[in-house]
């Protein structure tokens, strides 16, 4: 049984800084991701890392969030710096492997203006 551990989130101003962590329990993904979902909206990729280390922003929060791991490839992190009241969302550890993906609890994160 595959287990995505998250941590972090909470609630902070407009411009405010949050980091997430999510320990997972293996580490042979073939990438791990961030994924949020808004009030009222469909879940949306924030941000990805492949096991070779390429990774990819949505056009939403490049220059504000990173996403990196730690070298044993079992915790992504996600670093989010000038936070707006429209990152408020549910934020999701994501983990792929072969065929299927693995989803973390979520976190809530609310921005207030």
């Known amino acids: 049984q595959v287990q995505l551990v998250e941590s972090g989130g909470g609630l902070v101003q407009a411009g405010g800084s949050l980091r997430f962590s999510c320990v997972a329990s293996r580490s042979d993904f073939n990438a791990m991701a961030w994924y949020r979902q808004g009030p009222g909206k469909q879940r949306e990729l924030v941000a990805r890392i492949s096991s070779g280390g390429r990774v990819n922003y949505a056009d939403f929060v490049k220059g504000r969030f990173t996403i990196s791991r730690d070298n044993a490839k079992t915790t992504v992190y996600l670093q989010m710096n000038s936070l707006k009241p429209e990152d408020t969302a549910v934020y999701y550890c994501?983990?792929?492997?072969?065929?299927?993906?693995?989803w973390g609890q979520g976190t809530q994160v609310t921005i207030s203006p």
């Open positions: 994501n983990a792929e492997a072969t065929m299927t993906g693995y």
